[in-house]
């Protein structure tokens, strides 16, 4: 009987083993005049990833003409047949290929559809082409996120107002890659004075298709189109301003856009304009809110005026017509009290006003 070990066969090593074992060789042979196994080292390395390039490649082609052809906008046979031949096609394809963002492959696709469907003007096809190869892709990902801001009333991450296209186009400390960014943007007509130019919208718009410059592509939400104003004259009582910061906060829960405001006669045109609710916190200064009859009068007959009774104490104002009173209620555990108010204050049709919203 052989007493030899018995051995399985090992598999044959792949390309990266083969190079690890030449590295270990030519580690020793490489100081012996003559050794050939540091060549052998560097062409096996060469063929390796000469393999991974061209893997890589059919990758970044497959990506392209995916995103080329996934587009809603239409393209028909003859505006495909004439793209095959043209030379601005074969440009952005070339680069396409040799860029080393693969991430960039789809922006690239949407370029060459919109140069096909004549979305690009012919005289900007070339400075396009060119931007596209040179900026990168945080840079292309900078003027999607300011058109998206522009162009629709996102949420901001805090506060109220809208996301403005600023936000991702001002310059911080010079030598950041963010200053590095907004020149690179500046220096090739898309950015003036931290705003996109018409040419960079045009440009966003070319190498972005429509369902990416949205807020919902980018994982953010927009207002719903009603504001309230928050109406109080006890801002220096008690909590009285807490509770207005948290029916704020409330309102934002329903991507309801809010201001808290001590509204003067002066102020009303303003709240006419930019508000769809008002929500007046009626507390204990009852005298000061009485004083203000006509404003809120006014404010009643252009909008729904509806009134919360935040105090045991407070009752609801002398001649003042409100859509809606809220009476007192003390707050109990387990119950969306904040929740239940900003809904009655919203359930108020701003269209069943007595007049015209924007009327003086």
Request: aromatic share 6%.
């Amino acid at each position: 009987m052989d007493d030899k070990p018995r051995r399985q066969p090992r598999p044959a090593p792949g390309p990266a083993a083969q190079v690890a074992g030449f590295a270990v060789g030519a580690a020793v042979e490489n100081f012996v005049p003559g050794g050939g196994t540091l060549t052998d080292l560097f062409k096996l390395g060469a063929d390796w990833l000469g393999d991974r390039i061209r893997a890589g490649d059919k990758r970044r082609l497959d990506a392209f003409y995916d995103a080329l052809l996934s587009s809603n906008d239409a393209m028909d046979e003859q505006v495909a047949r004439a793209l095959l031949d043209d030379q601005d096609f074969h440009a952005l394809l070339r680069a396409c290929v040799n860029d080393i963002e693969a991430e960039k492959s789809t922006p690239y696709a949407t370029l060459a559809r919109a140069i096909a469907t004549n979305r690009v003007p012919p005289e900007l096809r070339r400075h396009f082409i060119l931007s596209m190869r040179d900026l990168a892709y945080e840079e292309l990902m900078c003027l999607r996120r300011a058109t998206v801001a522009r162009f629709h009333p996102v949420i901001p991450g805090e506060g109220g107002g809208s996301l403005k296209e600023d936000k991702f186009l001002t310059a911080p400390a010079p030598g950041t890659l963010e200053a590095i960014r907004i020149a690179n943007l500046v220096a090739r007509g898309y950015v003036d004075d931290a705003k996109l130019t018409t040419l960079g919208v045009t440009f966003a718009q070319a190498t972005w298709r429509s369902e990416e410059l949205t807020p919902a592509a980018l994982g953010w939400s927009t207002w719903s189109g009603s504001r309230v104003a928050i109406i109080t004259y006890d801002l220096d009582e008690g909590n009285v301003g807490s509770l207005a910061t948290r029916i704020a906060e409330e309102f934002r829960r329903y991507r309801v856009d809010s201001n808290i405001v001590a509204v003067t006669e002066q102020q009303v045109q303003h709240l006419l304009m930019f508000s769809s609710h008002a929500l007046l916190l009626v507390g204990d200064k009852h005298a000061e809110i009485e004083s203000r009859r006509n404003v809120l009068t006014r404010l009643g007959n252009q909008m729904p005026l509806v009134a919360a009774l935040i105090t045991p104490s407070a009752r609801k104002p002398w001649g003042v017509e409100f859509a809606k009173v809220i009476p007192y209620a003390e707050p109990s555990a387990g119950t969306d009290w904040l929740g239940a108010l900003c809904q009655k204050v919203l359930a108020q049709d701003p269209r069943a006003s007595k007049n015209d919203k924007t009327a003086p």
